[in-house]
């Protein structure tokens, strides 16, 4: 265990030196899920946000009806953004550890079932699925769903099962 803490000390500060002698990028280009942030988005990412507290309580304290527990996770390389779900497995030292779900194109090795650690200002939205198909949070999933059509609701509904409720 202090061997793996030795290691990332030099790391750590390697990382700071490169980063702090690297040229300022370009902002961001989004090229995901979240490209529109429009106001509402930014709400519901703000929102999403100020209530990580219920999804740590979560992790801390599972309940049987969860079947699963994921957060929404901002990846930034070269000034492209990829917005991914992930599940959560630790959080610490202010940090969360996410199980990769599906593989990042912007950061080499963020492949599926790979442990990442993100902090939670990269956390764009978080959710709790019960057994029942019941969503708490996905605050942005919420923006999205309401902004397809009826039939493609419809659709959505048969593919994922989620109910959303109001929270």
Known sequence: MYKALQLKIPLLLFLFLISSCA???????????????????????????????????????????????????????????????????????????????????????????RLVEVTPNDVLDWMILEKDGSVFGGYTLRIEYQRLTPEQQKRYDEVTGYKFKKQ
């Open 23 to 113: 040229p300022s990028a370009p902002p961001p280009t989004p090229i995901s899920t979240l490209a529109n942030m429009d106001e509402e988005m930014t709400v519901a990412v703000r929102q999403a946000q100020d209530t990580l507290y219920i999804l740590r309580q979560a992790m801390l304290a599972p309940k049987p009806s969860y079947k699963f527990l994921s957060v929404k996770v901002r990846f930034v390389s070269n000034g492209d953004i990829e917005d991914m779900w992930t599940e959560p497995i630790d959080f610490s030292d202010n940090k969360y550890t996410v199980r990769m779900l599906e593989g990042v194109t912007l950061e080499l090795g963020a492949h599926p079932d």
